[in-house]
Structure formats: structure tokens, C-alpha cells
């Protein structure tokens, strides 16, 4: 193991304080740990800054002793973005959460990088406001992280991805110097936009420390249905009619097979099926407005009935209730942890054109059928927005473990088949060390040429988040 210069240890820690780091093992293991399991971290040091000053000291420290960082949130990511070896120290931003600025006529939120995005939600909500990224762990997730992956989640059709909430960024850069780019403009022409740099970036081109967010008029109403629908193209028709006869109100729009809603109702305590009938497919509806006199039951409940007729439907049913509500969302966020019951899974987070999302699925599931027969297809996601989570349950006869030997054969059949369709192999998780092999061999000679320079003429020591994105 590498051992990190006793001298630069102590100059980290007089420049943090007793708590501003630590090299306990036991704490070093709960940053070492990666949340699916795929890679095992091995740094020797954590490192808490508490102010943008103490980061860029840390950095700068760091760069002279050619101590490579890599720069960790919640460690909620899926793709090995914040896993460091024992040559590298973790600078986690956990004590930087203040929310700075609730600006209620900018409709704007200024907070610290190591705020949690459920804490961030709430703070607007407080001022009946909006902020609308919304992910699986916002209990836990930090805002750095959210932008530093570019992260998606469930209400990207209505608002856009991270990279869309966004006004101004504070970054540290490679040498330690700080780029104020907070700001509160929507229209700034002033040369490159470079605050869309360092969003998606996954920390390899600067620290993230600071961010001024858009906020959006709190929902007053809304209304949430799950429908039976007969196939994903049904679904994508279903999606049109929707968006015409709401007038855009869709703040979600996620398609689950019959397989994931199966899973959830049977492994989850307290879950119930919305529907009396099963189906092959279903899809969950959710209308919000901020417009104090909207139905949007009724606007619903009337589109539900077009769609009926249209054969779009075989069922669907209203939520009368948070209660009920709460049981429409609790299946379809509960579809991860229920495929832990059914075995190994192998996933994809994958996007293609919304028009070419039913070509996907077929052409999918049946090259994953050819190869492991007895594969179990769980694609579920925010095909609103033409993103699946297009993951497969190993066969029931199957062992767990030859199964998931079989992850690398699986990806690269249902990435050639995206990239066919003019889509993504990363959609929201980003790439970290999960996909690196994959963005080179899917991307352009062109595009990786570019990342490549901009890596170099940013970071030309690679000294943040080395061997994420680019080599």
C-alpha cells in the first residue's frame, strides 16, 4: 500500500483542524464502500473541509505533494465515481450544507455543495417554492454531487436534467484557485459557459463548492393515476394524448413492466397492487400546477377516459388520497430494492430517443432472451424523457454468481443496440470508473479527443478524480 508523505498529512491536518479529518478505519471504510458493490476504495485519508478556503488550501497542499483528490458527496453514485486507492485522499463535503439564500423574487437558491437535496427541497418549500430534482436518495444525496453527475430523476420531462436547474457555480480549481461563478443571471452571453464545464464532470475538472439553483412556483394541485397499458407503444401514445390534453402538465411519467410492479407488491411490506387485473406493462401519471384554481383530478380522470377509449388502456385508476398516492410511488421507487429478493441483477441506465424507446425494449429483451435463456426483464424508468432502467434478474435456476459473470456480455449487447438507436450508455448515473471502457469505445474519436483537452488544459497533472471519464 502507498503510504501519503507524513509531511503532507501534516499540513492537512493543521490547515483543517482535529475535525476536518480523520484516518480511522472504521470511518475510512464507510467512504472506502461504493454503493453497488462493484469497487472497493482503498484511501488512507478523508479529509472534512468546513469553508470554500479550507478547500482550496486542501487542494493546493495536495497539488504541491502530487496527491491526487477525489471529491465525494452523499457516496450515493452507481458508478464508482468517488472511489479512491491509497495513493489518492477523499475530500468529502459533508460540512459544507448551508443553505445561503432562499431568494423568493429571483425564484433562486444559493447553497454549499455539501447540502442534501432533501434539505435543499425543503428549504424552498418553506417559501412555497420549488426546487424539483428529485432522486431516489435526496435523503442522502448532496447537491455537489447531484451537479458534479448531472444527475436526472423523476420530474426531468417537466424541468430538465441538474445541468437545467442551474444559474452559477463556485469551483475549486486543479491549483487551488477558486473560480466565483456564482451568479443569479439568466441570460449571460459572455463568452464559453463555463459553469457547464464543470456540471457532469464528475469532479475531474474542479471541486464544486458552491451553486445558485433555480427554483420554480410550489405545486398547488396534483394529481397522480396508474394505468394497464397493452405495450410501450401504447405508452409513448398515451404520452402524446397526455401532454396535449394537460397542457404540458406532466411533472412525471414512468413506465414499469408487469415483472418490477410483480416484485415490489410481493417483496415490500405495505404495498399494494393499484389494480385488480395484472398487466404486462403499466405506466405511472403524474399532473402537478401551480395555478390555484386547476383540477387536475378532473383533467386526469378525463384524459384516463380518452385513453380507455383509444385503447391506449385496458385500466387505470386515480389516487383519491396521499395515502394512495404515497403507494403509487412507494411501488415504483421500491423496484431496486425489490429485485435484491429475486437475485442477481445486471442494469443499465440507458436513454434513446422517446420515438425509439418500444424498438429498445423488443430488440432487448430478446437479444438478453437469446443469450441467458430464462433471463427475467425488469425495465422500468422515466420513459417521458426516453430514459429506462433497462435491468435483468438472473433466471431462477440460475446461480447468482454465474450470473452476474455474465454483466460485461449482457452490457455490451444492450449498449450496441442503444448506440444503434442514436442513444446513451450513461443516462443519468454518469460514467466514474463503472463505464470508462464504454464511453471510449461508444463515443466518437472526435468527442474523446475533446474531453481529453479540456481534461489536460484544466487539469494537466491529473490531480482530480484521476481515471473517471477520460484515462
Known amino acids: 500500500m502507498h503510504i501519503l508523505p507524513s509531511s503532507a498529512i501534516k499540513e492537512l491536518q493543521d490547515a483543517l483542524g482535529p475535525k476536518g479529518w480523520s484516518m480511522e478505519a472504521d470511518i475510512l471504510a464507510t467512504h472506502n464502500a461504493e454503493a453497488r458493490g ?48 491509497a495513493a489518492e485522499v477523499i475530500l468529502n463535503l459533508k460540512r459544507m450544507n448551508r443553505i445561503i439564500e432562499i431568494d423568493a423574487r429571483d425564484f433562486t437558491a444559493t447553497v454549499e455543495a455539501g447540502a442534501i437535496l432533501q434539505t435543499v427541497q425543503d ?38 436534467n441538474a445541468r437545467d436547474l442551474v444559474l452559477g457555480l463556485e469551483v475549486v480549481l486543479p491549483d487551488g484557485s477558486v473560480w466565483n461563478g456564482l451568479s443569479k443571471l439568466r441570460k449571460d452571453n459572455t463568452g464559453y459557459d463555463l459553469r457547464d464545464l464543470f456540471i457532469g464532470a464528475e469532479g475531474t475538472l474542479g471541486i464544486i463548492t458552491k451553486a445558485t439553483l433555480k427554483l420554480f412556483p410550489k405545486p398547488r394541485h396534483v394529481a397522480t393515476a396508474w394505468v394497464a397499458v397493452p405495450s410501450p407503444d401504447a405508452a409513448l401514445d398515451l404520452l402524446a394524448l397526455a401532454r396535449r390534453e394537460s397542457g404540458d402538465a406532466i411533472a412525471a411519467f414512468e413506465l414499469i413492466c408487469g415483472f ?60 383519491q388520497s396521499e395515502a394512495q398516492r404515497a403507494n403509487l410511488w412507494a411501488i415504483r421507487e421500491g423496484i431496486p430494492e425489490a ?16 420515438s425509439r424507446m418500444p424498438e429498445l425494449l423488443t430488440r432487448g429483451m430478446a437479444a438478453a432472451g437469446d443469450f441467458i435463456p430464462g433471463i427475467r426483464p425488469c425495465p422500468f424508468g422515466h420513459v417521458g424523457d426516453g430514459n429506462i432502467h433497462f435491468n435483468f434478474t438472473q433466471p431462477v435456476e440460475m446461480e447468482k454468481q454465474a450470473f452476474l459473470d455474465c454483466w460485461e456480455t449482457l452490457n455490451r449487447l444492450i449498449h450496441d443496440i442503444v448506440a444503434d438507436l442514436g442513444g446513451s450508455i450513461s443516462a443519468e448515473h454518469g460514467i466514474g470508473k463503472l463505464k470508462l471502457d464504454e464511453l471510449a469505445r461508444y463515443a466518437s474519436p472526435e468527442k474523446m479527443k475533446l474531453l481529453r483537452v479540456i481534461k489536460d488544459a484544466i487539469d494537466p497533472d491529473g490531480m482530480l478524480n484521476p481515471g473517471k471519464i477520460v484515462k
Open 38 to 85: 462493484k469497487f472497493a476504495g482503498d484511501a488512507g485519508m478523508v479529509l472534512y473541509p468546513a469553508n470554500t478556503d479550507e478547500v482550496a488550501k486542501c487542494v493546493a497542499i495536495c497539488a504541491t505533494h502530487g496527491i491526487a483528490i477525489v471529491p465525494q458527496g452523499g457516496n450515493t453514485g452507481r458508478c464508482g465515481g468517488a472511489v479512491a486507492n
Open 123 to 160: 428549504a424552498a418549500g418553506d417559501r412555497d417554492l420549488l426546487f424539483p430534482l428529485s432522486l431516489g436518495s435526496e435523503g442522502s444525496c448532496q447537491i455537489g454531487g447531484n451537479l458534479a453527475t448531472n444527475a436526472g430523476g423523476l420530474n426531468v420531462i417537466r424541468y430538465g
Open 260 to 319: 418490477a410492479h410483480d416484485m415490489a407488491v410481493a417483496h415490500l411490506p405495505g404495498l399494494s397492487a393499484p389494480l385488480a387485473a395484472p398487466s404486462d406493462w403499466y405506466v405511472m401519471i403524474e399532473l402537478t400546477s401551480s395555478r390555484p384554481k386547476d383540477d387536475l383530478n378532473e383533467v386526469l380522470s378525463d384524459l384516463l377516459e380518452s385513453a380507455l377509449e383509444a385503447g391506449l388502456s385496458s385500466d387505470a385508476t386515480l389516487a
Open 339 to 354: 429485485q435484491g429478493f429475486e437475485g442477481g441483477s445486471i442494469k443499465h441506465d440507458v436513454s434513446v430517443p422517446v
